[in-house]
């Protein structure tokens, strides 16, 4: 899952929406530095992630991807469920893509001393280029991709990603179906949990 998903998966809760969006740069324990409904985003964000990549229709999607981007498949498959969620978003939101998005910016741009240094440099970047309505259009999602291949260590095509996602596109919008059920499933529970023990 990759931005677009994390923040939708938070549920109503603005600073469970920043604890995820900002997850992958906080490490280890040092989640608890932060306030407490921050921490619930980062464990939700970490509990996402585990079972996304356990899920057995996200692995069958980002088994296509292999033999041509190797082990930058698990990168990919998150940006294409990303592309589908944007694509079918009215399926599952009752407030429109543009409005979600706006509100998020605006919400990043309210909390920046509650960021990572790492993060809040990116922010100015995410809202000037519309990530998270971008993912919606696939020649947007192709230059993204493009883009990250100037970042990778090793020299990569991800943009062909793409292309194999249109070869298999029924496939994919079938396992997406299936798969954002369960984490939708999952994500509910794991909140009250989350409410629970913090």
């Known amino acids: 899952m990759n931005y677009l998903a994390h923040i939708f998966l938070s549920g ?33 964000h970490r509990a996402i992630d585990d079972f996304t990549d356990h899920h057995p229709l996200v692995s069958k999607g980002a088994h296509r991807f292999f033999e041509e981007l190797r082990h930058y498949n698990s990168v990919v498959i998150d940006m294409i469920y990303d592309h589908i969620l944007a694509k079918r978003w009215n399926e599952y939101s009752d407030v429109e893509l543009t409005v979600f998005a706006e509100e998020f910016y605006l919400l990043l741009e309210n909390n920046q001393h509650l960021l990572p240094q790492k993060i809040s440099k990116v922010v100015p970047y995410m809202i000037e280029h519309n990530w998270l309505l971008s993912y919606s259009k696939l020649e947007d999602l192709k230059s993204i991709l493009k883009q990250m291949n100037h970042k990778t260590k090793h020299e990569t095509q991800l943009h062909k990603g793409v292309d194999i996602y249109l070869a298999h596109q029924a496939d994919f919008d079938l396992e997406f179906t299936g798969f954002f059920e369960d984490i939708r499933k999952f994500c509910t529970s ?6 629970q023990d913090l």
């Open 190 to 195: 794991k909140i009250k949990q989350l409410n």
């Open 12 to 44: 109503n809760d603005d600073f469970l929406k920043l604890g995820n969006f900002m997850a992958d740069e906080i490490k280890g324990k040092s989640y608890k530095t932060y306030p407490q409904e921050i921490q619930k985003g980062i464990l939700l």
